[in-house]
């Protein structure tokens, strides 16, 4: 395995994220401060399908933009060369432009791109976008802030 990815373990020491809410399975590639490329793999098994919906089974899209969301943790930690402690998180504070092109259903292959567009200290944006088969399902702009843990 490469040094720019991560298999499901190494996500597991960047995301506090646990079963059924993790929504990275890998990461393909990443450049600290750029970009990184994750996949979700995406099963009839997922705990959304039976009630989203029971004759025709959709990945929600708020789902996909936590995703997207939870690549972008990844990046950030890599970036800054640290993992997640008890001290602080890397939070979601805001959703732009948020677009869905086309249904994700099970059987599919989530594959997640994010960018950095900035960073000032501890708020970063990023430009985020899923794609299955190649044709983009989904993208936005997202900022998320690093934040100290109440005690």
């Not at 099963?43 to 933009?65: A, S, Y």
């Not at 430009?127 to 088969?133: I, R, T, W």
Request: aromatic share 8%; net charge neutral; proline share 7%.
């Amino acid at each position: 395995m490469s040094e720019n990815t991560m298999d499901i373990t190494q996500v597991l020491e960047y995301l506090p994220h646990r079963y059924p809410f993790l929504l990275i399975d890998k990461v393909l590639d990443f450049t600290p401060g750029e970009s990184l490329t994750a996949v979700k793999n995406v099963t009839i098994n997922e705990p959304f399908f039976p009630g989203h919906f029971p004759q025709q089974p959709v990945m929600p899209g708020v789902l996909i933009i936590e995703a997207i969301a939870q690549a972008t943790g990844i990046l950030a930690f890599k970036t800054g060369e640290n993992k997640p402690d008890e001290n602080s998180l890397y939070y979601l504070v805001g959703i732009d432009k948020a677009r869905f092109k086309r249904p994700v259903l099970p059987g599919d292959q989530l594959v997640i791109t994010v960018t950095c567009t900035k960073r000032k200290r501890t708020i970063w944006t990023f430009h985020g976008e899923a794609k299955v088969d190649g044709k983009l399902v989904a993208s936005t702009d997202l900022m998320c802030a690093e934040q100290a843990r109440k005690a």
